[in-house]
């Protein structure tokens, strides 16, 4: 690199961080937004959350309720990741470069990942909510829905990654495409496609959270009862149980990825 | 008697330039033939048309009488059924074990559900430990391949390609990744899975000197055309030169 151009490097860094000042400036007087009013505000929402977010032992009362809806909740993920997953897997090698079957195929797979994957969780729930109606199909459709999108794209750069040569030698050796597949993609891409479903069921929790206060079903459907309740000590043990259920589930799909990676 | 002929053959994966250029060759039974020639000269695309891993434009590729070109998708996997490949980088399944690698040479003469289901015959899982006792890898038959090092999983290999009883073996830079003493152990393997077998074996080779000790013929390719093709004690320096284009003691002999 010349002098020339690095002098010309650190101008153009300076004019980069003049734009963003700039853009950033006309953002907040356009939309009367003050940062510091903002962090000024702060310290009276962390008081008023200490205020009325706690959790007194009357609230234990409603904890086995709050239990179940947890755990329709926590099923219903699980059920939408697994079966996501099956469609995702024949997607997943439909689009592999290394296992398509033609090019058709292909991008039949490769579009209905893009589609499900770029149109937001909440979007489906909400559209799905018109057809379906405020009950656990919709939800689970939903996560479905976003989670083929996910799985496929993950599932083909896995396949492409892990399993090209062995595909190759098998063909070479005049083995069917099944065989291929049987014996040589799903036993090297096992541990990835795993590591991806458990990533997705955490993920799913998460979303069901939210779109069960779409949809009316779930632990969203109590989180946002009691919310509008106005019986905020409920709402603070449902975010509780929520947090520890997630840690619990990252911590045991953690342990399952040591095992078979 | 010729076991595998091309003719005319040629190769291009885009309009401006052509891999493979008029190659023309014969190959007899129980040959031990190298091709060598510089990266990209178009080893690897050749070895890849002789059993349609690359499909090829112009020519012809004839392997015990039968027209390779023209195979439905059944005769191109009995074609393949009857040439084993071999490559640089193994190309085994990993995760799965020594034998089970070994053992997947058989899918092409089994139905589908076979394969898929892995049921193998007694005479195939004996054979298979038999190849790897020949090998001198009977010990490791129940270690997954990834445990292996790099000259061990060539012999994996090697036995994989020779369960397929196969009449011809297609080596693709076979010691390109070993060290000397793995590789000197893999070309007296193949070498004697020709002395022994009756075996044809088709090689290439980055190394001259192994490809002139090893050979009975050697293929020189240069930018996709054949300029040598001849017994090995006749390939000269000038020849050498010719191929890669350099003074051969400017070459590193390996």
């Given at each position: 690199?010349?002098?020339?151009?690095?002098?010309?490097?650190?101008?153009?860094?300076?004019?980069?961080?003049?734009?963003?000042?700039?853009?950033?400036?006309?953002?907040?007087?356009?939309?009367?937004f003050?940062?510091?009013?903002?962090?000024?505000?702060?310290?009276?929402?962390?008081?008023?959350?200490?205020?009325?977010?706690m959790?007194?032992?009357?609230?234990?009362?409603?904890l086995?309720?709050?239990l179940?809806?947890?755990?329709?909740?926590?099923?219903?993920?699980?059920?939408?990741?697994t079966?996501?997953?099956?469609?995702?897997?024949?997607?997943?090698?439909?689009?592999?470069?290394t296992?398509?079957?033609?090019?058709?195929?292909?991008?039949?797979?490769?579009?209905?990942?893009?589609?499900?994957?770029?149109?937001p969780?909440?979007?489906?729930?909400?559209?799905?909510?018109?057809?379906?109606?405020?009950?656990?199909?919709?939800?689970?459709?939903?996560?479905?829905?976003?989670?083929?999108?996910f799985?496929?794209?993950?599932?083909?750069?896995?396949?492409?990654?892990?399993?090209?040569?062995s595909?190759?030698?098998?063909?070479?050796?005049?083995?069917?495409?099944?065989?291929?597949?049987?014996?040589a993609?799903?036993?090297?891409?096992?541990?990835?496609?795993?590591?991806?479903?458990?990533?997705?069921?955490?993920?799913?929790?998460?979303?069901?959270?939210?779109?069960?206060?779409?949809?009316?079903?779930?632990?969203?459907?109590?989180?946002?009862?009691?919310?509008?309740?106005l019986n905020?000590?409920?709402?603070?043990?449902?975010?509780?149980?929520?947090?520890?259920?997630?840690?619990m589930?990252?911590?045991?799909s953690?342990?399952?990825?040591?095992?078979?990676? | 008697?010729?076991?595998?002929?091309?003719?005319?053959?040629?190769?291009?994966?885009?309009?401006?330039?052509?891999?493979?250029?008029?190659?023309?060759?014969e190959?007899?039974?129980?040959?031990?033939?190298?091709?060598?020639?510089?990266?990209?000269?178009?080893?690897?695309?050749?070895?890849?048309?002789?059993n349609?891993?690359?499909?090829?434009?112009?020519g012809?590729?004839?392997?015990?009488?039968?027209?390779?070109?023209?195979?439905?998708?059944?005769g191109?996997?009995?074609?393949?059924?009857?040439?084993?490949?071999?490559?640089q980088?193994?190309?085994?399944?990993?995760r799965?074990?020594?034998?089970?690698?070994?053992?997947?040479?058989?899918?092409?003469?089994?139905?589908?559900?076979?394969?898929?289901?892995?049921?193998?015959?007694?005479?195939?899982?004996e054979?298979?430990?038999?190849?790897l006792?020949?090998?001198?890898?009977?010990?490791?038959?129940?270690?997954?391949?990834?445990?292996?090092?790099?000259?061990?999983?060539?012999?994996?290999?090697?036995?994989?390609?020779?369960?397929?009883?196969?009449?011809?073996?297609?080596?693709?830079?076979?010691?390109?990744?070993?060290?000397?003493?793995?590789?000197?152990?893999?070309?007296?393997?193949l070498?004697?899975?020709?002395?022994?077998?009756?075996?044809?074996?088709?090689?290439?080779?980055?190394?001259?000197?192994?490809?002139?000790?090893?050979?009975?013929?050697?293929?020189?390719?240069?930018?996709?055309e054949?300029?040598?093709?001849?017994?090995?004690?006749?390939?000269?320096?000038?020849?050498?030169?010719n191929?890669?284009?350099?003074?051969?003691?400017?070459?590193?002999?390996?």
């Open positions: 690199m010349t002098e020339k151009t690095m002098r010309k490097s650190r101008w153009q860094t300076t004019i980069f961080l003049a734009i963003i000042i700039i853009l950033t400036y006309l953002s907040s007087a356009i939309t009367e003050n940062i510091i009013e903002g962090i000024a505000t702060l310290p009276k929402a962390f008081s008023w959350i200490f205020a009325n977010l959790i007194t032992p009357e609230t234990f009362d409603r086995p309720m709050i179940e809806t947890l755990t329709e909740t926590i099923l219903m993920s699980i059920a939408a990741t079966t996501a997953a099956v469609i995702s897997l024949f997607l997943g090698l439909f689009g592999s470069n296992t398509k079957v033609n090019g058709v195929l292909s991008a039949f797979a490769r579009f209905i990942a893009s589609v499900s994957r770029n149109i969780v909440v979007a489906w729930a909400l559209v799905l909510l018109i057809s379906f109606g405020q009950n656990s199909v919709t939800g689970f459709l939903a996560l479905f829905v976003g989670t083929v999108g799985l496929t794209r993950a599932f083909i750069e896995s396949i492409d990654e892990a399993s090209k040569s595909v190759e030698a098998l063909t070479a050796t005049g083995a069917t495409y099944f065989q291929i597949v049987y014996k993609v799903i036993p090297q891409c096992l541990p990835q496609i795993i590591s991806w479903i458990l990533f997705m069921i955490e993920t799913n929790i998460r979303n069901a959270t939210l779109i069960g206060i779409l949809t009316g079903t779930g632990i969203g459907y109590t989180f946002d009862l009691y919310y509008k309740t905020y000590n409920a709402v603070a043990l449902v975010t509780l149980c929520i947090v520890i259920t997630v840690i589930i990252e911590l045991f953690n342990y399952i990825r040591r095992v078979i990676l | 008697m010729s076991l595998l002929r091309a003719e005319g053959l040629g190769k291009s994966y885009n309009s401006e330039t052509k891999v493979l250029k008029d190659i023309n060759f190959i007899g039974t129980g040959e031990f033939v190298s091709i060598i020639g510089p990266s990209g000269a178009g080893k690897s695309t050749l070895l890849r048309c002789i349609r891993m690359v499909e090829f434009n112009e012809k590729v004839i392997f015990n009488d039968l027209d390779v070109g023209n195979l439905n998708k059944k191109l996997r009995k074609l393949r059924t009857n040439i084993g490949m071999i490559f980088h193994y190309n085994l399944v990993p799965l074990t020594v034998i089970e690698n070994v053992l997947h040479g058989r899918f092409g003469y089994k139905t589908t559900l076979q394969g898929v289901l892995g049921r193998y015959t007694e005479e195939e899982k054979r298979a430990f038999f190849l006792e020949k090998l001198g890898i009977e010990e490791h038959a129940y270690k997954r391949c990834d445990q292996l090092s790099g000259g061990q999983q060539q012999r994996v290999g090697i036995c994989r390609a020779l369960i397929q009883e196969p009449a011809l073996v297609l080596c693709d830079e076979p010691i390109a990744s070993l060290d000397p003493n793995s590789s000197k152990i893999i070309m007296d393997h070498k004697s899975i020709t002395s022994e077998m009756g075996i044809t074996c088709l090689v290439n080779l980055h190394q001259v000197e192994v490809a002139q000790n090893y050979s009975d013929r050697i293929i020189g390719l240069k930018k996709g054949i300029v040598f093709n001849g017994s090995s004690n006749l390939l000269s320096q000038e020849h050498i030169q191929i890669y284009g350099s003074e051969a003691k400017d070459l590193i002999m390996v």
